[in-house]
């Protein structure tokens, strides 16, 4: 197995940066979806049931399969032989920076989860300082990644 992710490992960490790039797309677009659906659109109204069908189709159709393929490569990277050291404190570092974005897409799947209910409390301001965290945690993905501290 080991040989199999070295011979693998260009095409696995190139399909590990897609992916990412995919989930970050939705994670950044999804919360900004949420601004002008709790701020423009009336429960009930033909806008409000055209933002449940949009956020819909990019929770499930673009963003959870992207977390999964990001979560699959990832962690075949992280079992190829020397890619990832676990003594230095960068590897710490992104795992729980993954995990906490992990946890933001769970966040955001219970907030659509409400707006599909029509039982949003949360307001545009919420939603506008939840579309910060996947920006930060991602800065701090790619930096403990490259400059490796």
Request: proline share 4%; charged share 15%; aromatic share 14%.
């Amino acid at each position: 197995m080991t040989d199999f992710l070295i011979a693998v490992y260009p095409y696995v960490k190139s399909l590990h940066i897609v992916s990412v790039i995919s989930w970050m797309a939705g994670m950044f677009y999804l919360p900004r979806l949420f601004v002008y659906h709790a701020e423009k659109a009336k429960i009930g109204s033909e806008l409000d049931e055209t933002f449940k069908v949009m956020e819909y189709k990019l929770l499930r159709l673009i963003m959870n399969p992207a977390m999964i393929a990001t979560w699959v490569f990832g962690l075949m990277l992280v079992f190829t032989p020397g890619v990832v050291d676990w003594t230095l404190p960068w590897s710490w570092v992104k795992a729980a920076a993954v995990i906490a974005m992990s946890a933001m897409h769970g966040w955001l799947s219970k907030r659509r989860k409400e707006f599909a209910k029509g039982g949003n409390t949360r307001s545009g301001k919420t939603f506008r300082m939840a579309n910060e965290v996947p920006t930060i945690l991602m800065l701090l993905i790619v930096f403990a990644v490259v400059v490796k501290f």
